[in-house]
């Protein structure tokens, strides 16, 4: 689909997110095209299409969405190997400016129930040495789709967290609530056309979430590290479905779920 012209609405939905949101994904930050950094000048963090599979998620629309992210650098180590990481293209070399390449097997991602409110964490996260650890939660754009400027034959999903970062953090397991759709992916004349539309997103992305329906979902457990048993004692209000129990991390690796 081509750009339609015109001006763009700044802020994109409504007041409060609506069904299907929020949709919650996991996963490892894998190795994409390597062109979000160099060519675009706006690097893209990609996680495993996996997850959009499962829960009757598959027929998800491509586009560009919003919401909040987080990252646990925790699982870089575990999921570093010099040779190789695991990846959206069949390219598998290590990416050039990093040190950390995430080298995990990519679960199959299972089903979670939806969510009505943003869940509290019933327990603050401790680092390997007990002391409290609270993840920071980034603003974040996302693009679901082929990326037609470039044709690719993979759908895949490419996260932008509003943060600059001094280093790579390919291996990290992020966390993502998807609260709003902004637009459909298009194709474009030109590279500056693209990166033009995708700074645009940005804005309209950091307004929306600004508005106070949407920052509350900045606390939610799914981000902040609580998945395990999360939501028995919580206020009902305050509970994912009470079904939570099920959701987490396998055998160390972060998983990719949809709800
Ligand atoms: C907010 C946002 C909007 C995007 N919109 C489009 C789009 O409309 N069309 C398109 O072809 N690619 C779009 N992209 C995808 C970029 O082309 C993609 O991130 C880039 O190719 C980097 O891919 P890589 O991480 O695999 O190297 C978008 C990316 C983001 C983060
Ligand atoms: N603000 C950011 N948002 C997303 N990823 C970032 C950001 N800053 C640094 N990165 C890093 O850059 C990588 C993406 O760079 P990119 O050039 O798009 O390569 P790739 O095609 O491998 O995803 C991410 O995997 C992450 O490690």
Known sequence: MVRPDGPRDPIAGPDTPQPPYPLKLRG??????????????????????????????????????????????????????????????????????????????????????????????????????????TPRVYPTVLSIGYNPYYKNTHRSIEIHLLHTFD???????????????????????????????????????RRSLERPAYEEWRGDSWLLGEFEGAGANEEPTRRMGGKEGGVGQKDGVGICQME
């Open 28 to 133: 490892p930050v894998i190795k994409g095209f390597g062109r979000g950094s160099k060519e675009l000048g706006i690097p893209t963090a990609n996680i495993p299409i996996t997850g959009l599979n499962i829960g009757g998620h598959e027929n998800l629309d491509s586009g560009i969405y919003y919401g909040f992210a987080s990252l646990d650098k925790s699982t870089i180590a575990q999921n570093t190997s010099s040779t190789s990481v695991p990846s959206a293209t069949s390219d598998t070399s290590p990416p050039t400016r990093s040190s950390n390449h995430a080298v995990i097997d990519l679960e199959p991602p299972s089903s979670t129930p939806s969510s009505a409110a943003p869940s509290r964490p019933l327990t603050p996260s401790h680092d390997s040495t007990g002391s409290h650890k």
């Open 167 to 205: 280093a790579d953090f390919y291996g990290a397991t992020l966390s993502l609530v998807i609260l709003g759709f902004i637009r459909p992916e298009y194709d474009y004349v030109s590279k500056d056309a693209l990166v033009e539309d995708i700074r645009e997103d940005i804005r309209i992305a």
